[in-house]
T-cell receptor
């Protein structure tokens, strides 16, 4: 079964507008971490933001924020004021607690974001 | 200073050959990983080492053998390369295995098997 689902294979957004990239996850663990990574066309994987399952507040990092809805098991990434340089693949990932070595760091299929001028 | 480095960046080789990809991290992390990203951009973990010990060995053909000479290095050796091995291979590291430990990725090695 898919642990991480990203239902939007591709998204378009106008420059300077906000965009939400969806991510839902599946776990029975109480302790887990959720991560978003950006992969531009150059290929490197860039860590963006982290949300812990016990964190009560939504994580924010500059223009990135994570809309964490634990009961719905969703961890959507919100990018405010999109820039052309935000065009990239975005991956949602989950890491369950250290006791689950076999489930270490699962990635979703990714969403390709294109920012239009 | 590069945190996680991989060499080579590109690797083109013939079927049946043996090749190695090297990975080094200067972050002082305890845990290192190898991932394979296929042509559809799907990322899948292959191996994980913690303090030089193998922690995760996903269903990867035994032609793939990781070697960790010390905590800062995790190399990947591939025997008898096949066409299906063509992919981008990423090395990554994290401070530990906790659910809060983000991973830092190397730049990737694009392997093309002809």
């Amino acid at each position: 079964a898919q642990k991480i689902t990203q239902t939007q294979p591709g998204m378009f957004v106008q420059e300077k507008e906000a965009v939400t990239l969806d991510c839902t996850y599946d776990t029975s663990d109480q302790s887990y971490g959720l991560f978003w990574y950006k992969q531009p066309s150059s290929g490197e994987m860039i860590f963006l933001i982290y949300q812990g399952s016990y964190d009560e507040q939504n994580a924010t990092e500059g223009r990135y924020s994570l809309n964490f809805q634990k009961a719905r098991k969703s961890a959507n990434l919100v990018i405010s004021a999109s820039q052309l340089g935000d065009s990239a693949m975005y991956f949602c990932a989950m890491r369950e607690g250290p006791g689950n070595y076999g489930q270490n760091f699962v990635f979703g299929p990714g969403t390709r974001l294109s920012v239009l001028p | 200073d590069t945190a996680v480095s991989q060499t080579p960046k590109y690797l083109v080789t013939q079927m049946g050959n043996d090749k190695s990809i090297k990975c080094e991290q200067n972050l002082g992390h305890d845990t290192m990983y190898w991932y394979k990203q296929d042509s559809k951009k799907f990322l899948k973990i292959m191996f994980s080492y913690n303090n030089k010990e193998l922690i995760i060995n996903e269903t990867v053909p035994n032609r793939f053998s990781p070697k960790s000479p010390d905590k800062a290095h995790l190399n990947l050796h591939i025997n008898s390369l096949e066409l299906g091995d063509s992919a981008v291979y990423f090395c990554a590291s994290s401070q530990g295995l906790g659910s809060y430990n983000e991973q830092f990725f190397g730049p990737g090695t694009r392997l093309t098997v002809l």
